[in-house]
């Protein structure tokens, strides 16, 4: 089974190929993780995972520069129903649109916008920095069956996704009142969170995305 991390200039890469080697390394018959920006080999990943650091707008633009990613994305996550993993930005982009200086459409994948988060009262900084507790709303899901309520994770942004569908929020954390943690539908999951940052949650988190069959 082959797992590819998306390079379009955006996100910890070397950290998160890292963290899925060794999720991989834990499992029979796992391949090497690849890195690549290549769109031909994301095309034949039999799970991909795209991570991102930065602003919303220039993650979209770095996906568009890639030759053939965007249609390769759609084809092998839409179409082909191969298990997606959308990290901090990466996750952010599954969204119809962000609003970070700009206005700018997502893949369009889980309805609903990226906001900034609005925190209330001043003692709350943005951006919201540091490991915080999960609410998970399904405990079912094959991807978070080891991750329960209560559990820490890292979370480093200044913005938030808002789902159309309730239905598409796996999990949530308080930070002056509810932030999408983690969303998912189908075969892709995204998680606000990093996982290569939330030892052991995060290293779990991984692990059972490598194995998912959805």
Request: proline share 4%.
């Amino acid at each position: 089974m082959k797992a590819v991390v998306v390079d379009y200039g955006s996100g910890n890469l070397r950290s998160v190929a890292k963290a899925l080697e060794l999720a991989a390394s834990e499992i029979p018959g796992q391949s090497a993780v690849t890195v690549t920006g290549d769109a031909a080999i994301v095309s034949k990943a039999d799970y991909i995972v795209l991570p991102g650091v930065g602003a919303f707008g220039d993650c979209v633009a770095g996906l568009v520069k890639l030759d053939g990613m965007i249609d390769a994305l759609n084809d092998a996550v839409i179409s082909g129903g191969r298990p997606f993993l959308g990290i901090c930005v990466g996750m952010q982009l599954m969204a119809d649109r962000g609003i970070e200086h700009g206005e700018h459409a997502g893949l369009g994948w889980i309805g609903g916008d990226v906001l900034p988060i609005e925190p209330v009262g001043e003692l709350l900084k943005i951006p919201h920095m540091g490991w915080n507790e999960l609410q998970v709303a399904t405990e079912d899901h094959p991807v978070l069956k080891s991750v329960s309520s209560g559990t820490h994770a890292y979370f480093v942004h200044s913005f938030s996704i808002h789902c159309s569908d309730d239905g598409n929020v796996l999990a949530t954390t308080d930070y002056g009142g509810d932030i999408t943690a983690v969303i998912g539908r189908d075969n892709m999951i995204g998680t606000q969170f990093h996982p290569e940052k939330s030892q052991a949650t995060g290293l779990a988190l991984l692990k059972n995305f490598l194995t998912w069959q959805p």
